[in-house]
């Protein structure tokens, strides 16, 4: 049996990965340490209550003396590392964070792989590190080309200049101490559980109820969308078949400016809902992030040629199925949507809407 040290898992993407593995795999052990920030949420993990194949355990990935309790207890043959602070206006407002548990966090896990897995100057057979991380390393594009594997990390916000470093200490123990390690970077993600603080969830919530919606600089930065699942399904395939010491770029070519996705999303509701107070009247402006990279655009040759990995879920049917989601878990939606979230939003748009 595999046993996979999974972090983060309780957040958007992790919790649709226990999803994806557990559906694939009879006799698996995913462990998930998650701290259960804001964006951590039992209520994602629902659906695996009673299942044995996954133990849930709270607690921080900085966390020296827990995560190396957790290598004696399971001896894992995975750690795949999605625990992360992820949204980039709130680095951009508190970037400390973001170094405490993208960067420490991180390098705290590699140290107590390579203590477990290390001996004698020989490391334990089948055992891999693999970091989940993000296009947003890259920086940004012009209006032309793709980011590739071999381009230089260039990150511009808070977040992805923490990202970045990750990456780096992550090649750091590959290349020092010869450590068994794969990274990904994916584009921007989008369906079930994605928390209302990024541009999908953020603007179907405010359709539904008729609230502004509020849209960057110009409406014309680009990001290239891919359903969630394609990337768990990456995800899975680097752990189990990526070479060593290798970044995959993954992402399904489906760039679309930020203006678009938003009329799409008033055009499925008004539909859906048969809402006359739904149009494109609701889109406001707003001061640009600042730093705003322009385009991102992943090249996912590499992944398609050494691993056969291709995107299943077109941008058409996953943005149905991603409304469908939270149009059917309202519950969701109200619970995530209380308290502290409308402090956050009301300090990040107060002077923008
Ligand atoms: P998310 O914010 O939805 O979830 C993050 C999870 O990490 C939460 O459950 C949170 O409780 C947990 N967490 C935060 N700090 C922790 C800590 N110190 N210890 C343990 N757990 C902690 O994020 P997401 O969108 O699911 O992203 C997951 C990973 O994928 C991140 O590493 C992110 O950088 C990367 N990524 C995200 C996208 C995207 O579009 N969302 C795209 C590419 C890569
Ligand atoms: O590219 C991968 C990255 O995608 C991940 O590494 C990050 O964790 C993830 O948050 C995401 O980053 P973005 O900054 O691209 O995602 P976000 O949903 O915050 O914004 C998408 C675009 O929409 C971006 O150009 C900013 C814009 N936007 C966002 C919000 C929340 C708006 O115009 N209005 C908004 O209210």
Redesign the pocket.
């Known amino acids: 049996m595999k046993k996979y040290l999974i972090t983060g898992c309780a957040g958007f993407i992790g919790s649709n990965f226990v999803y994806y593995m557990l559906n694939k795999y009879e006799d698996i052990l995913l462990v998930n340490l998650d701290k259960l920030t804001y964006a951590g949420n039992l209520e994602n993990l629902k659906d695996v209550e009673g299942d044995k194949r996954h133990v849930f355990v709270q607690g921080d990935i900085c966390d020296r003396a827990l995560v190396t309790g957790l290598f004696e207890k399971y001896d894992f043959d995975y750690v795949i590392n999605f625990a ?1 602070e ?4 709130r680095s951009i407002s508190n970037p400390e964070i973001f170094v405490e548990t993208n960067v420490l966090g991180t390098v705290n896990l590699l140290q107590c792989a390579k203590n477990a897995w290390l001996a004698d100057g020989k490391w334990a057979e089948g055992k891999k590190y693999l970091q989940v ?4 390393v890259y920086g940004s594009l012009g209006e032309d080309g793709y980011f590739m594997e071999t381009t230089p990390l260039c990150p511009h ?1 808070p ?2 200049s923490s ?1 970045a470093s990750a990456d780096m200490f992550v090649m750091a123990f590959h290349d020092t101490y010869g450590m068994p390690v794969n990274i990904t970077r ?4 989008y369906g079930p559980y994605q928390f209302p ?4 969830p ?2 179907i919530n405010n359709v539904k109820h008729h609230k502004q ?5 110009d ?1 014309m ?4 969308w891919l359903y969630v699942e394609d990337h768990c399904k990456a995800i899975d395939m680097v752990a189990n078949g990526g070479r060593d010491g290798e970044v995959y770029n993954v992402g399904g070519h489906n760039e679309r400016p ?1 203006i678009f ?2 009329k799409t999303i008033i055009a499925q509701l008004h539909e859906r809902l048969q809402d006359d107070g739904i149009d494109e009247g609701l889109i406001k402006y ?1 001061a640009d ?1 600042l730093g ?2 322009r385009r ?1 655009g992943i090249d996912p040759t590499k992944i398609k040629n050494e691993l056969g990995w291709y995107p299943e879920t077109t941008f058409e049917v996953g943005i149905v199925k991603t409304i469908d989601w939270y149009l059917a878990h309202e519950e969701w939606m109200a619970n995530v949507t209380s308290g502290n979230y409308q402090k956050y939003y009301e300090e ?2 107060k002077n923008r809407l």
């Open positions: 992360a992820s949204h980039v206006d991380s993000t296009d947003e916000s977040y992805s990202k994916c584009s921007n993600n603080e990024k541009l999908i953020l603007m919606l509020p849209v960057y600089g409406g930065n680009v990001r290239d930020n996705i938003v707003v992030r705003h990279d991102y990040m748009y």
